[in-house]
Structures are given as structure tokens and as C-alpha cells.
T-cell receptor, first 113, second 114 residues
Framework: EAGVTQSPTHLIKTRGQQATLRCSPI?????VYWYQQALGLGLQFLLW???????NRGNFPPRFSGRQFPNYSSELNVNALELEDSALYLC????????????FGPGTRLLVL | GESVGLHLPTLSVQEGDNSIINCAYS??????FIWYKQESGKGPQFIID?????DKRQGQRVTVLLNKTVKHLSLQIAATQPGDSAVYFC?????????????FGSGTRLQVQP
């Protein structure tokens, strides 16, 4: 069974640009979560999608947004990139109600110059 | 979001010894806890979980202990191996149902000396 996949693996952007990161959950999983992990720091919760809807978001500005598609894959968009947005962005998925365990993908390393 | 310093607590052990990694949590309503292992350049990998109605759970070479009275969680790794070297995070969640975000601890780096 394939795990959570993310693309691209690395992304280099300049300040002010927009970045789009993609995530495909484990087959059968309906919930997708996004986390930011800055270098040397812990995981900060960004967004949670389930059944196509945003269920919760962390303490991040509105320029961090995303969506979930009918096939449960998800996109994270970061507008007006700032240098401090450089981080590893992790996507996780879970099977649905009653299953709290989240399974993580390998992440997308975003570098903002 | 929560901010953590650049220097993670580090636990250094000899190969073959047992390791104990600790985690304190603050939300008394948390009812589900997970330990993740993160190797350099990779996403966190699920190790073991425990629900609040238990105080101990064992897996292969790993044991998680939960003390709800003092809101403390620990991960014990038996016969630590070089491949166990990684950063270990505890995570907690509270509420009903599974579609919830996890709150992660700051992490502990485990270094296994050969």
C-alpha cells in the first residue's frame, strides 16, 4: 500500500511569489493535515481538511490556504512568500472518524530567497 | 504558533542500552497520545500510541507509559540500536472523533553511540 506522497520534494521561490504544494493521502483516507516544520523547530499545525472542507486551521496568516479535492488529495498555497516561510511542509492523512493516528509524507522543502 | 528553540534536548546512549524519552503535556483533556520518530530529511514515522484509559502499552522493543496525574508520557526503547538515532516527538489530541489536529511536543534527539 502506498503511503502519503507529496510533490515537489524541493521548491525554491523568491520573496513575494506564490508556492503550491501537493499531497496525496493514503488510499481510503479522507482527512488531510498540513504542518510546517521550520529548521530546528517542532511541527506547527497549519490546516486540516476532511471531506473537501476546511475543518480547522492553526495560527497562521490568511496567505496560507489550501483545498481538498474530491479524490481527497490536497493543495497548500502560500501567497506573498516571506523568507521565514522557508521550512519543511509536511502532509499527513488519517482514515476518518475514530482514527486519530496520522501518517506523514516525506515533506516538501520550501526555500524562499 | 508555538515556538521552540533551535537546540533540541539530546539523549545520548550506548548501543544496546535502554533509552527513555520523556514528554510533558499540558492539556488535561487530552485522551490520545502518539510517539513519532523523525529521521533527518524525512517525515515523522508512527511508532506507538496509547489512549488515556491505559497507562502502559508495549510494542516491538518500545513501551509507552502514561501518567495522567502528572500529565507525563514516556517512551522506552529496549536494546537501542544505531538505527534508532532520530528526533522523537510526542503528540496529543483531545476531543471526540478522529479528525483532529495533533499538538506536538518540542522533540528529543536520540543519539546512539556504537
Amino acid at each position: 500500500e502506498a503511503g502519503v506522497t507529496q510533490s515537489p520534494t524541493h521548491l525554491i521561490k523568491t520573496r513575494g511569489q506564490q508556492a503550491t504544494l501537493r499531497c496525496s493521502p493514503i488510499s481510503g483516507h479522507t482527512s488531510v493535515y498540513w504542518y510546517q516544520q521550520a529548521l530546528g523547530l517542532g511541527l506547527q499545525f497549519l490546516l486540516w481538511y476532511d471531506e473537501g472542507e476546511e475543518r480547522n486551521r492553526g495560527n497562521f496568516p490568511p496567505r496560507f490556504s489550501g483545498r481538498q479535492f474530491p479524490n481527497y488529495s490536497s493543495e497548500l498555497n502560500v501567497n506573498a512568500l516571506e523568507l521565514e516561510d522557508s521550512a519543511l511542509y509536511l502532509c499527513a492523512s488519517s482514515p476518518g472518524l475514530g482514527w486519530e493516528t496520522q501518517y506523514f509524507g516525506p515533506g516538501t522543502r520550501l526555500l524562499v530567497l | 504558533g508555538e515556538s521552540v528553540g533551535l537546540h533540541l534536548p539530546t539523549l545520548s546512549v550506548q548501543e544496546g542500552d535502554n533509552s527513555i524519552i520523556n514528554c510533558a503535556y499540558s492539556n488535561s483533556a487530552s485522551d490520545y497520545f502518539i510517539w513519532y520518530k523523525q529521521e533527518s530529511g524525512k517525515g515523522p514515522q508512527f511508532i506507538i500510541d496509547i489512549r488515556s484509559n491505559m497507562d502502559k502499552r508495549q510494542g516491538q522493543r518500545v513501551t509507552v507509559l502514561l501518567n495522567k496525574t502528572v500529565k507525563h508520557l514516556s517512551l522506552q526503547i529496549a536494546a537501542t540500536q544505531p538505527g534508532d538515532s532520530a528526533v522523537y516527538f510526542c503528540a496529543e489530541t483531545a476531543g471526540v472523533g478522529g479528525r483532529r489536529a495533533l499538538t506536538f511536543g518540542s522533540g528529543t534527539r536520540l543519539q546512539v553511540q556504537p
